[in-house]
């Protein structure tokens, strides 16, 4: 496989369950550059489709005034953004499919109208990444970008991931911790709360309790140790032992050209690509 070797290993959330659900996947995701334009690729999916229009949605109030948030209902912010996503451009395979997901997202967006947390006060992010230097020395830097920072009544700082999937976050997860850290050496402001928001089914966050910060440091250095020596060994191979797993065979059928390529997207700076 050829790939380039940049200067900075960038070390996420997501990046690190790739590399752990097969390094071949990871490869693809976060090393691979499409040969026409030397820019990553995707594959849309109605999953990805609908966590990307809920989280925009949702997110996007958290930019505004308390008192101004509400003025415009989220259900016509979601159906103005939905068209960004609708047919082909959001994964769809079909007008059936594409309309049980928007209606998954309609009641996500109705229950989080509901919410008191929602109209509270809170922290204004930025839209750049959020970033920590792993090692002293080295280019390893850990990202993340957060949903939601609620401030609490003491100033104090509660963290939020949205959830727009059935499935609980699994124990051991280390997106909280990671969000853990990214915040707090990014924030003046303690972090007393860390939440994961189930929108399929809850109106409001479900508290997470977790260890000390520097518990999850050592872990996650030593998975960004691993991802550092696949790149350095230039090996990718499926963890499957096969050519391609499950997980990763959609890339596969990207790169032998059955895929229909949609253009590219400037927001994430990626080219699009539709499997039927």
Same mark, same amino acid.
């Given at each position: 496989?050829? #790939? +380039?070797?940049?200067?900075?290993?960038?070390? &996420?959330?997501?990046?690190?369950?790739?590399?752990?659900?097969?390094?071949?996947?990871?490869?693809?995701?976060?090393?691979?550059?499409?040969?026409?334009?030397?820019?990553?690729?995707?594959?849309?999916?109605?999953?990805?489709?609908?966590?990307?229009?809920?989280?925009?949605?949702? +997110?996007?109030?958290?930019?505004?005034?308390?008192?101004? $948030?509400?003025?415009?209902?989220?259900?016509?912010?979601?159906?103005?953004?939905?068209?960004?996503?609708?047919?082909?451009?959001?994964? #769809?395979?079909?007008?059936?499919?594409?309309?049980?997901?928007?209606?998954?997202?309609?009641?996500? !967006?109705?229950?989080?109208?509901?919410?008191?947390?929602?109209?509270?006060?809170?922290?204004?992010?930025?839209?750049?990444?959020?970033?920590?230097?792993?090692?002293?020395?080295?280019?390893?830097?850990?990202?993340?970008?957060?949903?939601?920072?609620?401030?609490?009544?003491?100033?104090?700082?509660?963290? !939020?991931?949205?959830?727009?999937?059935? &499935?609980?976050?699994?124990?051991?997860? *280390?997106?909280?911790?990671?969000?853990?850290?990214?915040?707090?050496?990014?924030?003046? $402001?303690?972090?007393?709360?860390?939440?994961?928001?189930?929108?399929?089914?809850?109106?409001?966050?479900?508290?997470?309790?977790?260890?000390?910060?520097?518990?999850?440091?050592? !872990?996650?250095?030593?998975?960004?140790?691993? !991802?550092?020596?696949?790149?350095?060994?230039?090996?990718?191979?499926?963890?499957?032992?096969?050519?391609?797993?499950?997980?990763?065979?959609?890339?596969?059928?990207?790169?032998?050209?059955?895929?229909?390529? *949609?253009?590219?997207?400037?927001?994430?700076?990626?080219?699009?690509?539709?499997?039927?």
């Amino acid at each position: 496989m050829n #790939f +380039e070797r940049y200067n900075n290993i960038w070390i &996420s959330y997501s990046a690190i369950n790739d590399f752990e659900a097969c390094p071949r996947l990871y490869y693809y995701r976060s090393i691979y550059r499409d040969p026409k334009t030397n820019r990553r690729i995707q594959i849309v999916n109605p999953y990805l489709s609908l966590g990307t229009i809920v989280h925009k949605t949702i +997110e996007g109030i958290g930019k505004l005034e308390e008192k101004k $948030k509400f003025a415009v209902p989220l259900k016509d912010i979601f159906e103005k953004n939905w068209q960004l996503y609708n047919g082909k451009k959001g994964g #769809f395979s079909s007008s059936e499919q594409e309309e049980e997901f928007k209606e998954r997202g309609i009641n996500m !967006i109705e229950r989080a109208q509901q919410s008191e947390m929602l109209r509270r006060e809170n922290y204004k992010l930025a839209d750049d990444l959020l970033k920590v230097r792993l090692f002293k020395d080295e280019p390893i830097i850990l990202v993340g970008a957060i949903d939601w920072v609620e401030l609490l009544e003491n100033g104090d700082f509660h963290i !939020i991931d949205f959830k727009t999937g059935k &499935s609980e976050e699994k124990k051991g997860s *280390l997106q909280l911790p990671i969000y853990l850290i990214l915040a707090s050496y990014n924030f003046n $402001k303690p972090i007393k709360k860390t939440s994961y928001w189930y929108l399929d089914r809850e109106l409001a966050p479900v508290s997470f309790e977790l260890n000390a910060l520097q518990s999850y440091i050592p !872990i996650i250095r030593e998975k960004a140790r691993n !991802i550092q020596q696949a790149i350095q060994d230039n090996e990718f191979a499926c963890k499957s032992g096969n050519n391609s797993c499950f997980k990763c065979r959609e890339y596969d059928a990207v790169i032998r050209g059955q895929a229909e390529h *949609l253009g590219y997207d400037k927001k994430t700076n990626k080219e699009l690509y539709f499997l039927p």
